[in-house]
């Protein structure tokens, strides 16, 4: 017979399950490894899908062979070299492999130089680092002051670049993108750098819509700036996106250390590297463009260990996954999943299109596809509107405005990544078919946002003349959500809510 407690290994049956979970302070005691997971496990059922996550590049795949390898490597702390010099040597081994997919001038048994970091946002802030280390040394060379350092990049850049800028006092000489070009244009650069500059910061990949700055023509202006001016401004590629797309399906494409101005690079192994999130690198084109005084030597972790990081302790888990990837993928297979990408994209852009309901502002140069909404459309829902209603279907698709200079262009962006395939891009088109269709009878304009806005106004205060102060605090007009915003969040009564 069973025990009368036998019932306590049900998880719903433990006493944890009708009490609040601790939120501010540690419990006094613990509870079964069981009940803990579960009541985890059930906060995290009400995140959103990874596999129908469209707004992030990071992985959500990764084969079960490769997890099992993370899970091992989890436990050993990076850092400690001598104790995992295995493991050093793979990060070692990545480096050196990226670094002449880049095309630096290496031997053919030469060590490159760069390190893994914890995505790009680090490798940006080192790379910065080593410029404006670099820029400094010269200029004292010469006498001259480092009291300006400044970079010069696209307002189009991702908030790390902002970060790096604020973090070590580098003066941010943002360049205004357009509502025809929302990248950086290498006509845009005169005028702009100047014997500040440590370096110029093109982007393979912009993050608004995926479309690569042209590093080789704005390499070009900044070597001749140079020439004229006898200063050696360096270029810095944020290859974040880009850096394992282009070198697989546009291998000629020049912007890589084959144009002599660019000294560093940075790439995201966690995005189209194919690696869960948690890894990205900083590559350099010689020794020489890292300063040595950036580069720290520690012993007392038993023998003499440089380190090029801004942090100390991690898990080696995500270089792992990255040298699994290149063992498993090699050359071929990331071409072969990135044309898959680069197909689906096509696919979903080519339906969107068809739907006469859009505009694209991506140049399909990578697997995303960015799109603003024609006239037609916005007379009966905005970006914003249609971001709540896929919502609704458990897709993530972000919507908003573009940068300085382009802020009046509201945009939506459809990351394809590596599991999405062909069969969700046709599911994600019907979704988006149907939202079209809902909103063409629930029509939710500016226009008739603000007429509705201004109707309920109305309504408030003709009651508030008849003495009915109360009206507005009661909820008879609960069915009107007033956004304060004014271009998303509304419903009616009577009609299914956006969100």
Known sequence: MPSDDAHTSYPYAAEMMAKEVPKYTMPKGGQPSTIAAQVIKDEMALDGRPRMNLASFVTT?????????????SRRNFIDMDEYPATHKMEQRCVNMLARLYHAPLGEAE???????????????LASLAMKWKWREARKEKGLSTDKPNLVFGSNIQV?????????????????????CLVLSADKLKGVIDENTIGVCPILGSTYNGEYEDVKAIH??????????GWNVPIHVDAASGGFVAPFVT?????????????????????YGLVYAGVGWV????????????????????????SFTLNFSKSSANIVAQYYQFLRLGQEGYTQVIKNCLSNAEYLRRRLVSLDRVN???????PVVSFSFNDKTKNICSVFDMQDKLANKGWTVPAYTCPEGAKSLEI??????????????????????????????????????????????????EDKKKGNELAEKSGKYHGLHLGTNGTHRFSETRTNPVC
């Open 360 to 366: 694209i502002v991506d140049k399909g140069h990578l």
């Open 111 to 125: 060590d490159a130089t760069g390190t893994a970091c914890i995505g790009s946002s680090e490798a940006i802030m």
């Open 220 to 229: 070009d202006v900044v070597q001749s700036i140079n020439k004229e001016n």
């Open 160 to 180: 790390c670049w902002i970060k790096t800028c604020r973090y070590f006092d580098i003066e941010m000489k943002s360049v205004d993108v357009s509502p025809d």
């Open 61 to 73: 795949f990764m084969e079960p062979e490769c997890d099992q390898l993370m899970a091992e490597a």
């Open 283 to 306: 590559v350099f084109k010689e020794k020489d463009d890292l300063p040595e005084g950036l580069v720290f030597h520690v012993n007392y972790l038993g023998g003499d260990q440089s």
């Open 412 to 461: 939506m962006r459809i990351v394809v990544k590596a599991n999405f395939s062909c069969d969700l891009a046709e599911c994600l088109l019907d979704d988006l078919k149907s939202a079209f269709e809902y909103f063409e009878v629930h029509p939710h304009s500016q226009d008739t946002r603000d007429k509705l806005k201004e109707a309920v106004r109305k309504v408030i205060q």
């Open 251 to 271: 291998p000629e494409l020049e912007w890589d250390f084959r144009l002599p101005g660019v000294r560093s690079i940075n790439v995201s192994g966690h995005k």
